[in-house]
């Protein structure tokens, strides 16, 4: 008999369907890449939105079918029951889970490929990560399209990375303000380790360079500090967002 996916046993079968949600995550991924390849990132942020609406909302139902659990307005019945604390919590370990994801890749590039493909994958990739997060963050706040200094302020306290590191915002006046990564979970653990800094500046100035755009096109970054630069033992990097009237 030819080998089948309705053929295999339980626990091939569960590794199975496990491999079918990867393949969709990736396969989503290049449908969001060639889109914006083909038309650019602002009608690819459109059209991702309208897709992922309707995506999410068909896989939501036949999942509830499935597993016979509610779904109102797209979200599962299960986590809008959920206590406050539990959510919290779900939060910091999604976003764990996202840094994570983006260290194995990094890794695994460095000890196959060394370090310069490494970083120089890992740079390319937050060129559009880093938009695309402040698109996502701007639309769940209903933010409007160029909403200068104090949107860019909002939209920072709902990073993935907001949930895991430490940040502050130092005011400077109405045109400017810094903005400081006081604790870095990668830092941190390399500095327990009593490993130097990971030189991540190249990373960060496409990084908050982006991502500032993306927020209020008017918006000018400067690197205050960031590894390999020296920096104070109270932050790791830091950041000035300045926008001239």
């Not at 941190?188 to 500032?212: I, Q, W």
């Amino acid at each position: 008999m030819d080998r089948l996916p309705f053929n295999l046993n339980k626990d091939e079968k569960a590794r199975f369907i496990v491999d079918m949600f990867t393949r969709i995550v990736v396969h989503y991924a290049f449908w969001f890449t060639e889109v914006r390849h083909q038309m650019g990132m602002e009608k690819a942020l459109t059209v991702f939105e309208t897709a992922t609406k309707k995506s999410i909302g068909i896989q939501m139902d036949r999942l509830a079918e499935m597993f016979d659990f509610k779904v109102e307005q797209g979200i599962p019945g299960a986590l809008l029951e959920m206590e406050d604390d539990a959510l919290n919590q779900l939060m910091t370990v999604v976003a764990k889970n996202w840094l994570a994801n983006d260290g194995v890749w990094f890794q695994t590039l460095e000890f196959e490929h060394g370090m310069n493909d490494a970083k120089r994958c890992n740079d390319s990739c937050w060129a559009q990560f880093s938009p695309y997060e402040a698109h996502a963050v701007k639309r769940f706040l209903n933010l409007s399209e160029q909403s200068g200094l104090e949107g860019l302020k909002q939209v920072l306290n709902f990073r993935m990375y907001s949930l895991i590191n430490k940040q502050t915002v130092v005011d400077e006046g109405p045109e400017s303000f810094v903005f400081q990564m006081d604790e870095c979970r990668v830092q941190a653990a390399r500095r327990r380790k009593n490993l130097d800094d990971y030189p991540c500046k190249s990373a960060g100035l496409v990084e908050f360079t982006y991502f500032a755009k993306a927020i209020d096109s008017r918006i000018q970054t400067q690197c205050v500090g960031c590894p390999t630069d020296e920096h104070p033992h109270d932050w790791f990097c830091a950041w000035r967002f300045n926008l001239k009237q």
